[in-house]
């Protein structure tokens, strides 16, 4: 038999995965009781291939909370024991497998989730990064009571942040993980009424792979710059020269036309379908990553290189 919560605190369940999640579940465990988190099983990685826990199953175990990892959520004794925990909310933040409709009914209040975009512009897997790469002048967090459909439920609250010229993903991401974490625990103070989201501006942020990274020096400078911004850290972006990877890790809008990929000068500026991007931090097969100038020093790239052979 469940015991009630504190005064003015919720029984919670947490599910999520990555880094993202972490400071909604700490800001979730002083303000309220999370008697169960859920994240994903624990993966060899590295090239050891030892086994890791993600870092939500770290925080946590280091906060003292019962982890659970199951690979798949619809077997019905998954639903028994989720059910049993006698939750007024479920709160989910990259999450990474989908809530059937037995998770979504259990809580008293259901589950909310905490989604890294302006919804409805960029449902799915990747807002961070698809926002960046769009060019987008903003983006932000919707905290959403969650249903059956891909980020379709109705909105509960939002708040946006803009986009610089120099954001990453990485630096977007550890903002709107701030954010997320703040804006869950007014959601579940003030539990406002759900708002259903416009019918208009629906956009999706697809699944990234690696190859997604490759550089098509044919695009203007403007939108590789983008390219290599939002794909920072993951999935990273890179170019070839005579089949060699080079791993591109930042780089600026540079003056300069040419042959689409082909090297302008000595500073590894690279033309493109209009304009240049100079590429700034690099890193070779094997080996560290560094400033270009040092790069250069020991991997000459003369003018009239080519990339993206």
């Known amino acids: 038999m469940t015991q009630p919560a504190g005064k003015g605190r919720l029984r919670l369940a947490f599910m999520g995965s990555p880094d993202f999640a972490v400071p909604a579940l700490r800001a979730l465990a002083v303000a309220h009781d999370v008697v169960a988190v859920y994240c994903q099983p624990p993966k060899p990685a590295g090239r050891g291939k030892h086994v890791h826990k993600c870092p939500v199953h770290e925080?946590?175990?280091?906060?003292?909370?019962?982890?659970r990892t199951p690979a798949r959520l619809r077997p019905p004794a998954e639903a028994q024991a989720f059910a049993a925990?006698?939750?007024?909310?479920?709160?989910v933040a990259a999450y990474g497998l989908i809530l059937p409709p037995s998770f979504l009914e259990a809580p008293r209040r259901g589950c909310l989730n905490i989604h890294a975009?302006?919804?409805?512009?960029?449902?799915?897997?990747?807002?961070?990064?698809?926002?960046?790469?769009?060019?987008?002048?903003?983006?932000?967090?919707?905290?959403?009571?969650?249903?059956a459909g891909l980020d379709t439920g109705a909105m509960l609250l939002r708040a946006a942040i803009p986009i610089g010229p120099h954001d990453t993903a990485a630096t977007i991401h550890d903002?709107?993980?701030?954010?997320?974490?703040?804006?869950?625990?007014?959601?579940?103070?003030?539990?406002?009424p759900p708002v259903p989201q416009p019918e208009q501006g629906v956009t999706y942020a697809a699944?990234?792979?690696?190859?997604?990274?490759?550089?098509?020096?044919?695009?203007?400078?403007?939108?590789?710059?983008?390219?290599?911004?939002?794909?920072?850290?993951w999935p990273?972006?890179?170019?070839?020269?005579?089949?060699?990877?080079?791993?591109?890790?930042?780089?600026?809008?540079?003056?300069?036309?040419?042959?689409?990929?082909?090297?302008?000068?000595?500073?590894?500026?690279?033309?493109?379908?209009?304009d240049a991007l100079r590429l700034t931090r690099v890193q070779a097969p094997g080996g560290a990553a560094m400033e270009a100038s040092a790069f250069l020093r020991g991997h000459p790239v003369p003018p009239g290189t080519v990339f993206g052979t």
């Open 85 to 91: 925990l006698g939750l007024d909310a479920a709160v």
């Open 175 to 192: 903002v709107l993980a701030q954010l997320g974490a703040s804006l869950v625990l007014r959601a579940l103070a003030e539990n406002p």
């Open 207 to 233: 699944k990234l792979a690696r190859e997604d990274g490759r550089l098509d020096w044919t695009q203007d400078a403007a939108a590789l710059d983008r390219r290599v911004r939002a794909f920072t850290p």
């Open 236 to 274: 990273g972006t890179f170019t070839t020269r005579n089949g060699t990877v080079l791993k591109i890790l930042a780089a600026e809008l540079a003056s300069g036309n040419g042959a689409p990929g082909t090297v302008l000068d000595d500073a590894l500026t690279v033309a493109c379908g209009t």
């Open 117 to 147: 975009s302006l919804l409805p512009r960029w449902r799915g897997a990747a807002p961070i990064q698809a926002a960046i790469l769009a060019g987008d002048a903003e983006t932000g967090i919707t905290v959403m009571q969650m249903d």
């Open 59 to 67: 925080a946590a175990e280091a906060l003292g909370i019962e982890t």
